[in-house]
């Protein structure tokens, strides 16, 4: 298994600004990902955070709106830029390891834009 | 292109009685098929995971599910509801041919209310 700690829990901000969500597994760990879930709705994939290069952003989303860095293999970041009150939602770090699909999640953090 | 779909968005059962929550599934490729659990301001948890060995997996909570692949399906089964059931359930789908980079698609939940 796979210990996830993922800071803030929650946070309420004002538009306009950023917010930054760390994500640290207690061990290496080969995929680390980025969810959003909406209220009331399903996750969606944001990016896939690769170690040392640029994340790979699904569709809809963009590198200047939420950036994501991976130093190393037990740790990532995602921020959430120019805030607007559509960015509520739960965002939620998923780590897995090599040639194991099981997907291991981080507790989430509720933003709030207000 | 991998997708999953729930075709129930809200199931009811009576306390006791047997749960059937349903899930279909497309893939390319061989997939591996999960079913979590989101109890109410909780993190995800996963209740079992198929993975191209036996087609029933048993589970976490007494829950089980069959692959069948005939019928695209994976449908979740508990014999017995119990109150602490009352949650958010999700089928994801994961392309295993594609090592390295296993994303997960999320079906759009299933909620399961338990009536005492």
């Known amino acids: 298994s796979a210990v996830i700690s993922q800071k803030p829990s929650r946070d309420i901000c004002q538009r306009g600004t950023s917010l930054t969500i760390q994500c640290q597994v207690d061990s290496q760990v080969t995929m680390m990902f980025w969810y959003r879930q909406q209220p009331g709705q399903s996750l969606t994939l944001i990016a896939t955070?690769?170690?040392?290069?640029?994340?790979?952003?699904e569709s809809g989303f963009v590198i200047d709106k939420f950036p994501i860095s991976r130093p190393n293999l037990t740790f990532s970041t995602l921020t959430v830029s120019n805030m607007s009150p559509e960015d509520s939602s739960i965002y939620l770090c998923?780590?897995?390891?090599?040639?194991?699909?099981?997907?291991?999640f981080g507790q989430g953090t509720r933003l709030t834009v207000v | 292109a991998q997708s999953v779909t729930q075709l129930d968005s809200h199931v009811s059962v009576s306390e006791g009685t047997p749960v059937l929550l349903r899930c279909n599934y497309s893939s390319s490729y061989s997939p591996s098929l999960f079913w979590y659990v989101q109890h109410p301001n909780k993190g995800l948890q996963l209740l079992l995971k198929y993975t191209s060995a036996a087609t029933l997996v048993k589970g976490i909570n007494g829950f089980e599910a069959e692959f069948k692949k005939s019928e695209t399906s994976f449908h979740l089964t508990k014999p017995s509801a119990h109150m602490s059931d009352a949650a958010e359930y999700f089928c994801?789908?994961?392309?295993?041919?594609?090592?390295?980079?296993?994303?997960?698609?999320f079906g759009t939940g299933t909620r399961l209310t338990i009536i005492p």
């Open positions: 955070a690769n170690q040392g290069s640029e994340a790979t952003y």
């Open positions: 998923s780590v897995t390891r090599w040639r194991n699909t099981e997907a291991f």
């Open positions: 994801v789908v994961s392309d295993t041919t594609n090592f390295g980079n296993e994303k997960l698609t």
